[in-house]
């Protein structure tokens, strides 16, 4: 059994995702077949701000094992940003290495490589504090849903935010109250963009029920 420092207190202090700055591969399903060099500037609330550029013939694998399809798409992505851990400003700028699968459908996915455990994601976190973008796993992070147990409402955001974020092709996370529809990516087959579709309308159902029962509760608390 656990003892001094485990368990769900030491679990909850951990950042959870939501918290951290998050970059998903999908973002760059068209910059993939652009030139090296293209330079793009990402950015979050609290004044972070990242910047991106494509990198194109940086692998190190001889280039007669790499697929000839594979050859002219980006090999991956620099980041480069400044953190400031203690007070001093420190300039960070790395590779992450793009991986790719072929879809039923047609074309490529690209899929970013963790650059630290190396395993394939299709999201990275730079979690407050942190300096590397890297997967979930690598920064323990948490997840809200797993901290609101009895709060079925704020379960329901969470749920109806994750597939808007799924389907949207800027990855926007809006409240269900906000009214907005996702916006398909260029290159997505109809019938997928149809199905998150209709997950991001049954979220937004479910969060009405438990809104709803809420207030009925509420109601009968209350008088």
Known sequence: MGGAGSGRYDYARTATVRESCRIVSDWFSEAIHADDGVK??????????????????????????IDSARRDLADGIRLIYTTDPRGEAVERDYLVRFDYTEPNYGGVRPWFRCPVCGTRRQKLCLPPGGYRFACRDCHDLGYVSSRQSGNAVFRAIDRYRDAFEAADAEGRRPHPNDLIEPKRATGRHTEKFERQLEAVRQAERDFDDAFRAKMRGMARRYG
Request: no cysteine; glycine share 8%.
């Open 40 to 65: 793009t500037t990402l950015s979050w609330e609290g004044d972070v701000s990242v910047g991106v550029v494509v990198v194109r013939d940086d692998l190190e694998d001889d280039a007669d094992s």
